[in-house]
C-alpha cells in the first residue's frame, strides 16, 4: 500500500531530519523530500546527485521604466514597505503589493514575475528520487515552493511504483507546515522532553485535528528528562493519540552528524536500534 509520511515538528532542533534522514536509508522503495524550503539540509546527510534544477517564480516585483518615469514621488510617498527610493525600487524590501503601479500616473510601473527560489530534483543510492528547495533570502511564499516542490515529488511517486512518500516537513506552524501536510496518510511529530518541546507539540496536535490526519509522537532525548517525558505521555494519553517511541540520548548522533552521515550506518547505537523499531512500526 502506497503511503505519505510526514515528518514535523512544533520547534526546530528535535531531531526531526535526523530521523528522516534515518528513515530514508530504512525505506526500499521510496520517494523522498525536503519540505524545509527556508532551511534545507537532509541533502547533507543523503548526498545526492542533482539531475536538473527548477526556478521556482513565488510573486511578482515592482519596476520602473526610466523611460516613462517623470520622477512626480507618488509611489514612493505612498509605499509603506519603503522599497522605492530615489524612482529605484530595492528587490529585497518590495512586497510585491503591486499598489505604486495602480497609482502611477504614467503607467510607469512594471509588475513582473521574479524568481524568488529553486528546487531540485536528484537521485540517492543510486535509485531513489529526493527533492529539495532553496528559497531566496528575504522571499516569501514559502507555502507555495514546498506545494511545487510536493507536485513534482508525488509524480515520481505514483509513476514508479514506490511505496513510501517520505516528507521531511518544516519546523511551526506556518503556511510551509501547512502544505506539507496536504495529501498526508500519516503525520509523525518529533518532540523533545522540554518545557517548550511540549508547549509547541500541543500547537501543532491542534492544526493536525483540523486537517483529520493519522498523527503518531516520538519522544527524542527521552531520558534527558524523564519527568517532562511523562508529561508529554499524560498529554498524549489525555489527546488519545499514539506514542510511537522514545529515543534516548545517544553521543553517536552527534559522530554521525559531524561526518555528514545518517545514525542508520552506525547499527549498533542506541539511537539507530530504536529509530529502526519505529520504522517497522511504522508499516502496519
Known amino acids: 500500500m502506497k503511503k505519505q509520511l510526514v515528518i514535523l515538528s512544533g520547534k526546530g532542533g528535535t531531531g526531526k531530519t535526523t530521523i528522516a534522514a534515518a528513515f530514508s536509508k530504512l525505506a526500499q522503495n521510496s520517494v523522498i523530500a525536503d519540505c524545509d524550503v527556508d532551511a534545507a539540509d537532509l541533502f547533507i546527510l543523503l548526498k545526492p546527485e542533482i539531475i536538473n534544477e527548477v526556478k521556482f517564480y513565488g510573486g511578482k516585483k515592482a519596476s520602473i521604466n526610466k523611460d516613462i518615469c517623470t520622477q512626480c514621488g507618488i509611489c514612493e510617498s505612498f509605499c509603506r514597505f519603503e522599497a522605492i527610493k530615489n524612482f529605484k525600487v530595492d528587490e ?12 502611477c500616473p504614467q503607467n510607469a510601473i ?5 524568481i524568488s527560489g529553486s528546487y531540485f530534483n536528484c537521485k540517492v543510492d543510486t535509485s531513489k528520487n529526493f527533492l529539495f528547495a532553496r ?48 495529501g498526508a496518510d500519516l503525520i509523525l511529530l518529533i518532540t523533545e522532553p522540554t518545557l517548550s518541546g511540549l508547549h509547541d507539540l500541543e500547537r501543532i496536535i491542534k492544526l493536525i485535528k483540523l486537517f483529520n490526519i493519522s498523527v503518531r509522537v516520538v519522544v527524542n532525548k527521552f531520558d534527558i528528562n524523564e519527568e517532562m517525558t511523562s508529561k508529554i505521555e499524560d498529554y498524549l494519553k489525555a489527546e488519545k493519540i499514539e506514542l510511537t517511541g522514545k529515543i534516548p540520548f545517544d553521543e553517536t548522533v552527534i559522530r554521525s552528524l559531524q561526518q555528514e552521515k545518517s545514525i ?5 547505537s542506541k539511537a539507530s536500534i530504536e529509530i529502526s523499531t519505529i520504522w517497522n512500526s511504522l508499516q502496519n
Request: a negative charge; aromatic letters at 12%.
Open 92 to 103: 529585497l524590501l518590495c512586497e510585491g503589493c503591486g499598489f505604486c503601479q495602480k497609482i
Open 135 to 182: 528559497l531566496m533570502p528575504g522571499e516569501g511564499n514559502s507555502g507555495k515552493l514546498v506545494t511545487a516542490l510536493k507536485r513534482n515529488a508525488s509524480e515520481y511517486f505514483f509513476q514508479n511504483g514506490n511505496e513510501w512518500f517520505i516528507v521531511d516537513g518544516p519546523p511551526g506552524i506556518g503556511c510551509p507546515v501547512n502544505a506539507s501536510i496536504t
Open 264 to 268: 542508520i550506518e552506525f547499527p549498533a
Open 110 to 114: 512594471d509588475f513582473q514575475p521574479v
